[in-house]
């Protein structure tokens, strides 16, 4: 039986960098996104839980499907199990990429 796969998917919003694990992520028909569907949160039983990975929790809670800007992405791996979504503070200034994102002229 194949193993399902695992994402683990590092964007900017905000001025901050998400880390964030799913199970489908895939090139939107919405020209210049990808569609992540399926997050994954890791229920430790810590005693002491990072507020940030409760924070996306919540805020992921009720999405069944995101669509970031593919120059929001910073860097996508499969992975062989997940790990705790976090919220990270940039240690530099950081800012996403510019691309030219213009359909080819048909």
């Known amino acids: 039986m194949a193993k399902k796969k695992t994402y683990k998917i590092i964007f900017m919003q905000l001025g901050e960098i998400y880390e964030i694990f799913a199970k489908q992520i895939y090139q939107s028909d919405m020209y210049g996104f990808i569609e992540v569907e399926e997050y994954i949160f890791k229920q430790n039983k810590q005693l002491v839980l990072d507020p940030t990975s409760e924070k996306l929790e919540k805020e992921f809670k009720s999405v069944e499907r995101s ?32 691309i030219n994102i213009h359909p080819a002229n048909k």
Not at 68 to 96: C, L, M, Y
């Open 67 to 98: 669509y970031i800007p593919i120059n929001s992405v910073i860097r996508i791996d499969e992975v062989v199990e997940s790990g705790e979504a976090k919220i990270k503070q940039p240690k530099n200034q950081i800012s996403p990429t510019p």
